[in-house]
């Protein structure tokens, strides 16, 4: 039986709400990110590998470049849950809202996932700038001194960038970030309320912070093994510099065929550990920040009306 359809926050605090939560969650993994940019870019071109797993990665990264250095690139991935999670969970709360029936019926899967691809590709868009510069970040410390970029946060990445390969830079690798974020948010988002709905259908779980990590859980292993092949390819071409005039890829198809030729397939998976250790905590306590501040907007400003 259907439940009442809840009176829908309004749109500017879905958008604020988003960004603030996905913010909240950076704080506490942006460790991992840095482990996984850093594995996914050990070994590139057949090279030697440079960390053997992902435990001996943050072993290396904690010996040369300390605690502070496992919080390399903060200030970017901040600004990109600002700009990235803010626009996608707030275009998904809308389109949720939008294809909700009157009865309070949800959406099918089917419409969540087309839902979750529009929300990730406008929100991808809109953080290319932040993403490229957290990758060039979070990717100096494993360079030769006298080959790193140098960015002291992410506002002087965006203006060194703009200023020394063009505007347009700030937008490589627009399109594998697109796609990853389509990938990404059709599994993440559907699949999130999916295993929510799934969840709430059992006798043992209530609408409560137990149901929203379960569903959290299950949300960020479907999505990291859907987006990793996606998220390698994105990667290595916003790290990638210009030699002789050349980019070192032609484009994601590149990146994808000469890594599996020289690598191997399943260093497509590379950083798998980093990369589901980040996003399964991100997205339970983003979920987690995400349902507790709407619980308490509704409560607290919305009771009365």
């Known amino acids: 039986m259907a439940t009442k359809k809840q009176e829908p926050l309004p749109k500017p ?7 603030t939560a996905g913010m909240a969650a950076t704080v506490f993994v942006q460790p991992l990110d ?6 996914q870019l050990s070994g590139e071109g057949g090279a030697v590998r440079e ?10 990264i904690f010996q040369k470049e300390g605690l502070r250095g496992m919080y390399t690139g903060l200030s970017a991935g901040l600004f990109r849950q ?14 949720f809202d939008f294809t909700t029936k009157a009865d309070g019926t949800p959406p099918n899967f089917a419409t969540k996932a087309a839902v979750g691809m529009v929300a990730g590709a406008t929100g991808a868009f809109v953080g290319t700038p932040a993403e490229i510069s957290l990758i060039r970040m979070t990717a100096d410390g494993r360079l030769p001194l ?3 970029r140098g960015y002291k946060n992410v506002f002087n990445a965006l203006a060194r960038i703009s200023r020394e ?23 993440q988002l559907a699949s999130y309320s999916q295993a929510k709905q799934f969840l709430l259908s059992t006798s043992y779980f209530q609408d409560n912070i137990a149901c ?25 071409i916003q790290n990638m510099k210009i030699v002789d005039g050349k980019p070192e890829y032609s484009g994601a198809i590149d990146v994808l065929g000469r890594t599996i030729r020289k690598e191997g397939i399943f260093s497509l998976w590379k950083g798998f550990t980093p990369y589901y250790a980040r996003l399964g905590p991100h997205t339970v306590l983003t979920f987690i920040f995400l349902e507790q501040m709407n619980k308490y907007y509704r409560s607290y400003f919305m009771s009365t009306r």
């Open 13 to 19: 605090v879905k958008f604020l709400f988003g960004g």
């Open 34 to 39: 840095l482990v996984k940019n850093r594995m």
């Open 51 to 60: 960390h053997k797993t992902s435990f001996h990665a943050v072993y290396k």
């Open 82 to 95: 600002a700009t990235y999670t803010t626009t996608r969970l707030g275009i998904y709360s809308i389109l």
């Open 146 to 148: 006298n080959e790193r």
């Open 165 to 187: 390969e063009g505007v347009l830079t700030l937008w490589r690798g627009c399109g594998p970030t697109m796609a990853r974020a389509m990938v990404v948010n059709a599994a």
């Open 212 to 236: 929203h990590f379960g569903a959290s859980m299950i949300s960020g292993f479907v999505t990291t093994c859907a987006s990793m092949p996606v998220d390698i390819a994105k990667t290595r």
